[in-house]
């Protein structure tokens, strides 16, 4: 199971912020902590997508933002979790059940993020709760990159 757990948290943070999750895995993946090399890690991308997860912490403190259970965003969240729980499964895991844990893990941190969180983010607690969450998810983002394993190196490489 414990090849696993990055999958499962990677899937988790993006329930609850799915650009921090794309964020941490571009990160993950300058750091060669991912199991291919398909998730962007120049310095651009790294940029790009830490500035968009800021965004969304912002964004989601206004009265406009949209519940994360609707179609579209819950859809988003799930595929960030199954693309990030298959990149960071462990070297002995099957990569598949690392896609369906970081799924499992967006459903969970999707339904326990808007529950602790609440619907109203129009009053002061609500933001409160709000940015609490952000701690949270931006925390163990951080966790999960520092518990995915790193990649083998070749010894011919």
Same mark, same amino acid.
């Given at each position: 199971? *414990?090849?696993y ?21 571009s ?31 912002? +964004? %989601? ?9 609707? !179609?579209?965003?819950?859809?988003? *969240? ?11 499964a +462990? *070297? *002995? ?17 999707? !339904?326990?993020?808007r529950?602790?969180?609440?619907? %109203? ?8 709760? +709000? !940015?609490?969450? %952000? ?12 518990a ?10």
């Amino acid at each position: 199971m *414990r090849e696993y757990g990055p999958s499962f948290g990677i899937g988790f943070v993006a329930g609850m912020r799915s650009m921090s999750a794309c964020a941490a895995l571009s990160w993950a993946a300058s750091q060669g902590r991912t199991r291919d090399n398909f998730i962007p890690a120049g310095a651009g991308a790294r940029a790009l997508v830490t500035t968009a997860a800021a965004a969304e912490m912002a +964004g %989601d403190k206004m009265p406009f933002a949209p519940d994360r259970r609707i !179609l579209p965003s819950l859809a988003f *969240r799930l595929v960030v979790g199954a693309v990030g729980g298959w990149a960071l499964a +462990g *070297r *002995r895991a099957v990569p598949e059940y690392g896609a369906l844990a970081g799924v499992a893990g967006a459903v969970a941190g999707t !339904l326990v993020g808007r529950s602790a969180r609440g619907g %109203d983010s129009r009053t002061a607690s609500g933001r409160s709760r +709000g !940015l609490a969450e %952000d701690a949270v998810a931006a925390s163990l983002a951080v966790l999960v990159v520092m518990a995915a394993e790193p990649k083998r190196r070749s010894p011919f490489s």
